[in-house]
């Protein structure tokens, strides 16, 4: 017997696969039903649970690139921030992750609602700076953090300059020596 | 008698216009007839100057970037760079700034040759750090300019984040502390 939950999350993990695969191929303007053709389900699952291609193709590039670039909990924040920089920096420069990047600018067009995206990596980030203050460290705000570490490495992809090795580890260091 | 040079200013000024104008309206893939059509201008001189859409696109958005926030000469590092931050922060709580800038990434695609829009504000910040550096003051790279005040502006607009007023020099004084 097939759990509701497994299958579900299996579902998604096909789906957003083939969102990938199609991206990658430069099929960004791929239909659900051909979406829907290459994860092997029935395109009215896509419909019903996405309800149009941006929310997809936005949860699709949001999960990925959450997921490729966690926070890692090493007992200090400079440890914390400089493997999360460095997994950001990694998918930076990977080409699918530069796709995501773009696809996730190109579906925040100004006329759809607030997304999800900054707000759950910021609730990620807050919790690890919670844990550092209530260590004793001196903290940054999560503003702070996206301001030294994150736009500049989105901004060197969005204008295809290069992320060099080393990027990460450098704007964190420039983090906390400001604080 | 028409200057050549001044019927060519002309029909940029104008091709740029519509370009905006129809991109405002959300008509983002209006095709190149329609774009000559509002500009008054024959399809062939669009042809014949960008050659396909997507360059016209990038030039229109260039351009007007570029001189909604032109660096001004006051004779100190601090007010150049606080002038041209607040002109940039100005055009990014603008609705037809933030369409531009999601323009240009958009055209940005990662199959194109390298663009030279950052590498024009580039040549710009850098005189204005030079003539500072003569002054005898202690200057930042251009590349630091753009980590510290362009990319924390410009991720607040393509991620749908606020742009407070003040954001500009407040970015720029932590540039300058960071020297």
Redesign the interface.
Known sequence: MTRPGGRSARVRDAVHEAVIELLAA?EIDAAIPKIAERAGVNPTSIYRRWGNRDNLLLDAAVTRLRTTSPIPDTGSLRGDLAGWAEGVERSMRD?HG??LL?AL??T????RE??E??RARGDDLQKTIDAAAARGEAVPSVDDV??FV???L??RV????PVEPGTGAR?VE?LL??L
Request: no cysteine; proline share 13%.
């Open positions: 430069g080409p530069q796709i773009r600018v190109a925040m067009a100004p006329e607030p997304i995206y900054l996206l301001d994150l736009a500049p989105y901004l969005l204008f295809r300059r704007l420039r020596r400001a």
